[in-house]
């Protein structure tokens, strides 16, 4: 038998670790969260896969390429190229959709040119991407964006008074200086004093030269009106700066459908070509299921060799339980899971072989119903001839596993190791916690919460609602079940979003760069700050590594980054702070023969017990530990985080301030957590409904149903198919509804 063969992983928590993985094979890698899955899977394996391939190509190709480090291993033999399906969202912008990501709109431009009636032109002219095709109002984004005048400036104050409120057009800005230093405007002379022409200039002069600028006008600049320049610098690009600053823009910013071509992105002569009364945008707008139905009914032997290839693509999709999706809906609005499937359809019918690739929980987002499709098209990768290695929690996915690496026995410090390798039957009989967690045997609750008062949610109508509504018990916790995109979200979402009392804990990340992390996010990094001045004498700002306590050679950083020329860029670890990221002196200066730099690298665990008598500090560490986080480091940066954690974080911060008489909504959040882990998240929300809070969980996982005092069940399938309202009540009576899918699962699951 060929296998991949690792030798002394030490990446991240793997204890210098190795192990032989079966080639042409379904592996499945287990474990707690935390455990060390991810750290052999994606940061070893994936990374040196990605690593040697990319070192394969000119320097110029590996410069537009993302950079691997060598992972911490020994060494890997037979290692074959990889193809990694993650959760990242698939992002872009507003530009890409459903059609574009997944190569379908380009066929369906094509049939369009070719049996659309009138002819307007080739496939191109069918793209809103393309000048000639878009949509001349709104280039092709389907809205048209207005700026809020009274938003962007406060017309009280002087352009010296800050009259522009807007973070980067500050006075001392170097945009701002751009108004301040024109010598067009008397900068202390208030906006509502301004004349028509002053304020015509000061907005909307195009760019031109200046005839007699001030000594301190940049040379070579421009004079650019605020509105060209706001529009071009936040509107019409897609840049890092309209996510900085997306709070801003947002309450600047309205956004409505394009007067012209009504949402459609397209200029009025495409959209006058039709099949069977349809123009494009009304296809791409129809539902992945009435898109096949569609197509079906198209009878033209000229378009034969079109249709047919369309029709496997849509319906792969559909497959895949993505029928709900439209063509047109923009891929910036998918989740992680959605994304995930999208990416996995296009390797379906690629003829590649021999390959490794590599799916990261390929369950999540989904009704136990779905993922047997999933499995179907794990076991078609395999049955191709390539090698499948998956991360994955959920019982349904290991069981078609060829063969099982569990890591462990827990998590952070305490995982990382290997705890068992073989079979399905070999694992269900074994001692590790995944194995025990297989085997246990579930039940509903034997005696779930009695409801006194109710939150009712009258006819909700939303997407796939129609005029649905729903009582949810208070104080009580609340499952509300159905297949992906049946309607639950929407249906909580709608009815529960315009409460004040409502709070939401999504698996969205929290904006943060590599230079927040964990102790910035729970505002204790300022209480540590305090505790090490207060016991070291230094200043409070030298224990900032965004500060004065920065490392002068990579300013805080940790490592240093070489651009050169021609070649990737360079990073190694700084070699004066050795990526510490703090001064020598800081560094030095120890409590309890700890430094602020050895402090960040503690485990949440470990810093507990050092921090005992702050309570401050130790209270936060608490409540992440109750949330299972407590192997996670202290400095750990907050862009690290899996959508599981980022929601669990989030949690722990209402475990300290506890809130009184609010309803907490959480969405799916078993994601990225063992079967065994799950009882600590029940304890969380048991100390919620304590203090007289409703728990409502959007959630697939079987488990989590079984502690449910109420179920609502939604269905009977996704998109048009859905948004029913099937069961509503304890969860004993959902078992007898032969329409719901979430009944057969469950029922199954108990027996």
Not at 133 to 140: D, V
Not at 231 to 253: G, H, M, P, T, Y
Not at 501 to 510: C, G
């Amino acid at each position: 038998m060929e296998i991949i063969r690792i030798h002394g992983a030490k990446q991240n928590n793997l204890k210098n670790i190795s192990v032989d993985i079966p080639k042409h094979q379904i592996t499945v890698f287990t474990g707690r969260s935390g455990s060390g899955k991810s750290s052999l899977v994606f940061s070893t394996i994936a990374a040196e896969s990605e690593r040697l391939l990319n070192e394969t190509y000119s320097t110029y190709i590996q410069h537009q390429l993302t950079q691997y480090s060598k992972p911490t291993v020994d060494l890997i033999e037979n290692l074959p190229v990889a193809m990694i399906i993650n959760q990242k969202r698939l992002g872009g912008n507003s530009r890409s959709t459903v059609g574009t990501i997944s190569d379908i709109y380009a066929s369906v431009r094509l049939l369009w040119s070719r049996i659309g009636e009138p002819f307007v032109g080739y496939s191109d002219i069918f793209s809103f991407n393309n000048p000639k095709g878009m949509c001349e109002t709104c280039s092709g984004l389907g809205y048209v964006e207005d700026i809020d005048l009274n938003e962007l400036l406060d017309f009280d104050k002087s352009l010296n008074e800050d009259a522009i409120r807007f973070p980067s057009f500050r006075p001392d800005s170097w945009r701002g200086k751009r108004y301040l230093y024109s010598g067009l405007f008397d900068n202390d002379q208030k906006l509502k004093d301004y004349s028509k022409t002053e304020l015509d200039t000061l907005l909307y002069t195009e760019p031109t030269k200046l005839k007699n600028p001030p000594d301190n006008w940049p040379k070579t600049a421009k004079f650019e009106g605020l509105i060209h320049r706001f529009r071009r610098s936040f509107l019409l690009n897609d840049n890092f700066e309209k996510n900085k600053f997306k709070d801003a823009i947002d309450r600047i910013v309205t956004s409505s459908q394009c007067p012209n071509c009504k949402g459609k992105r397209l200029h009025p002569n495409v959209l006058k070509c039709k099949i069977n009364n349809y123009d494009i945008a009304d296809f791409t707008e129809l539902s992945i299921d009435d898109a096949i139905t569609f197509i079906k009914n198209i009878t033209s032997d000229k378009a034969k060799v079109i249709i047919e290839p369309l029709q496997q693509q849509l319906e792969s999709l559909s497959y895949i339980g993505l029928n709900y999706l439209t063509l047109s809906r923009e891929t910036t609005s998918l989740s992680g899971g959605e994304s995930q499937r999208i990416k996995l359809i296009r390797h379906l019918n690629s003829p590649l072989t021999d390959l490794v690739y590599i799916i990261d929980e390929p369950s999540i987002g989904l009704h136990p119903d779905d993922i047997q499709r999933i499995n179907e098209i794990i076991l078609s990768l395999k049955n191709k001839g390539n090698t499948v290695l998956v991360v994955e929690h959920d019982p349904d996915v290991i069981r078609i596993a060829d063969y099982i690496i569990d890591l462990g026995p827990l998590a952070g410090k305490h995982g990382g190791e290997i705890t068992f390798t073989g079979s399905y039957q070999s694992l269900i009989q074994s001692d590790t916690s995944t194995g025990i967690a297989l085997r246990r045997l579930h039940s509903l609750k034997a005696h779930p919460r009695q409801a006194e008062k109710f939150i009712q949610l009258t006819q909700i109508s939303r997407n796939n609602l129609k005029n649905v509504s729903v009582n949810i018990p208070q104080q009580a916790i609340t499952v509300v079940t159905g297949v992906a995109g049946s309607g639950k979200s929407s249906l909580i979402r709608a009815g529960l979003e315009h409460q004040t009392t409502t709070v939401f804990i999504d698996q969205k990340p929290v904006h943060a760069s590599n230079r927040s992390n964990l102790l910035t996010y729970l505002d204790i990094f300022d209480e540590m700050r305090s505790y090490f001045s207060k016991k070291t004498g230094l200043k409070k700002a030298m224990f900032s590594y965004n500060s004065e306590g920065a490392c002068p050679e990579c300013h805080g950083k940790g490592i240093l980054k070489t651009e050169l020329a021609f070649m990737p860029d360079f990073t190694q670890t700084c070699d004066v702070c050795h990526g510490k990221r703090y001064k020598s002196e800081v560094l030095n200066a120890t409590v309890n023969g700890y430094s602020i730099a050895d402090t960040l690298a503690l485990t949440v665990d470990e810093a507990i017990d050092i921090f005992q008598s702050t309570p401050t500090i130790s209270e936060p560490l608490n409540a992440l530990t109750s949330t299972g986080l407590n192997y996670m480091t202290l400095g750990q940066s907050l862009d690290t985080l899996s959508g599981g954690e980022i929601q669990r974080v989030k949690l722990s911060k209402y475990l300290t301030n506890t809130l009184q008489h609010h309803t907490f909504v959480f969405d799916e959040p078993t994601t990225g957590l063992h079967e065994d882990d799950i009882p600590i998240l029940l304890e969380c929300f048991d100390k919620l409904i304590k203090e007289q809070n409703t728990v409502i969980i959007i959630e697939h996982n079987l488990t989590m149903m079984t502690y449910a005092d109420w179920i609502i069940d939604i269905g009977p399938y996704a998109g048009e198919q859905g948004g029913k309202l099937l069961y509503q009540g304890y969860p004993q009576g959902l078992l007898e509804i032969q329409a719901s899918v979430t009944a057969k699962h469950l029922n199954h699951y108990l027996s």
